[in-house]
T-cell receptor, first 111, second 120 residues
Framework: DAKTTQPPSMDCAEGRAANLPCNHS???????VYWYRQIHSQGPQYIIH???NNETNEMASLIITEDRKSSTLILPHATLRDTAVYYC????????????FGDGTTLTVKP | GAVVSQHPSRFICKSGTSVKIECRSL??????MFWYRQFPKQSLMLMAT?????????EQGVEKDKFLINHASLTLSTLTVTSAHPEDSSFYIC????????????????FGSGTQLSVL
């Protein structure tokens, strides 16, 4: 699976959009980008995933660059409950269990 | 969405005790479940893959006899930490993939809430 690079930490004001970047310059054509988050002392939670096109669901939007070497997770209106560690994972879609969780980005939403 | 239930959420025991952690998929069948451990301020580390009806597959460096995994049904996998010692204290997490999920666009993982094990 391709390696990802994320900033270790970010702050965001409550109510504002949180934009979390992820670099995956070695991604291959068949690898998907997945985002999970882990709130303190809980198991990770699936957020969104995509291959080439931008994706949106009730939780977030995923913007993938045209060359697929980077992506951005957007939480449109961050709340205090969005404070968590966000993991960007790149992997083949048939290899869910081998997802490699890097260090992620600790997002702190401040009032 | 799919729910994975993990019990207990917290367990404190004396050194030498064996501890069993259960992971259940509540509204879907999971032929494969995964076990992770996580130390404070670190990321998740995959320990083993639990396969229904067959032996688990362990990651390199994980002791099979120390961490016993049983996956006897499509909805239940258990991890037993045998003769636990203080260095086994950690946050243990399970996850499952929906067996009915079609390959190609839906290989999401659903995680349990984790078990904080403290060995005194």
């Amino acid at each position: 699976d391709a390696k990802t690079t994320q900033p270790p930490s970010m702050d965001c004001a409550e109510g504002r959009a949180a934009n979390l970047p992820c670099n995956h310059s070695t991604i291959s054509g068949n690898e998907y980008v997945y985002w999970y988050r882990q709130i303190h002392s809980q198991g990770p939670q699936y957020i969104i995933h995509g291959l080439k096109n931008n994706e949106t669901n009730e939780m977030a939007s995923l913007i993938i660059t045209e060359d697929r070497k980077s992506s951005t997770l957007i939480l449109p209106h961050a709340t205090l409950r969005d404070t968590a560690v966000y993991y960007c994972i790149v992997r083949y879609n048939t290899n869910a269990g081998k997802s490699t969780f890097g260090d992620g980005t600790t997002l702190t939403v401040k009032p | 969405g799919a729910v994975v239930s993990q019990h207990p959420s917290r367990f404190i025991c004396k050194s030498g005790t064996s501890v069993k952690i259960e992971c259940r998929s509540l509204d879907f069948q999971a032929t494969t479940m995964f076990w992770y451990r996580q130390f404070p301020k670190q990321s998740l580390m995959l320990m083993a893959t639990s396969n229904e009806g067959s032996k688990a597959t362990y990651e390199q460096g994980v002791e099979k006899d120390k961490f016993l995994i049983n996956h006897a049904s499509l909805t239940l996998s258990t991890l037993t930490v045998t003769s636990a010692h203080p260095e086994d204290s950690s946050f243990y997490i399970c996850s499952a993939r929906d067996a009915e999920s079609p390959f190609g666009n839906n290989e999401k993982l659903f995680f349990g809430s984790g078990t904080q094990l403290s060995v005194l």
